[in-house]
């Protein structure tokens, strides 16, 4: 056990201090713009929670980190947020994937924002993929993009997508992730 927790504690300090430049927001942004299951979102929603880089490791227990921005309709940057994990359940290896969170209105806005909001069991995100020939579904594997449209929906005024950048990870469940949203203009 005692390996798995130096690996664990590596993947997260090295996501803690992974420089995060402004323009990888905007790469972010404009990678998850590519597919076409997210750009009714883009088009619709109130606003959205955008992070670069989430690192997450684990064997039966793991952990997860990242840090992101949050705007709103139009662009309007609103503040920054942090996002931890720890799960236990079936997991194995590690894996570094960006992640986009919708809000359909303010109101799921502002339970986003209000300061620390955690998902509940049971939430997932729907994994989709850019690039020639890439496709899309709510598991990651292999299943079209018509079918990923189809499934994707608001749950509790929001929508979550992945995207994978590195790494091999068994488990796509939200649960247990917290959020810690700072306006603006305040320091972290």
Known sequence: MKPFLQ?????????????????EY????????????????????????????????????????????????????????????????????GQTFSQLIFFENQEAYDKFTQGNFEFSAGASAVAIAVGAGAQAGSTGAQANVDKAQMETRYIDGMAVFSMQKGGLMYEAALAGQKFKFTPAGEKH
């Open 7 to 23: 690996m664990l504690t590596l993947l997260i300090a090295a996501s803690l201090t992974a420089p995060v430049f402004a323009d």
């Open 26 to 93: 905007t790469d972010a942004v404009a990678k998850f713009k590519q597919s076409p299951v997210t750009q009714p979102f883009f088009d619709k929603a109130y606003g959205y929670a955008i992070f670069p880089t989430i690192g997450k490791g684990g064997v039966a227990v793991g952990g997860a980190y990242g840090k992101g921005r949050v705007y709103k309709k139009g662009g309007i940057y609103t503040g920054d947020v942090s996002m931890t994990q720890l799960s236990v359940g079936f997991q194995l290896g």
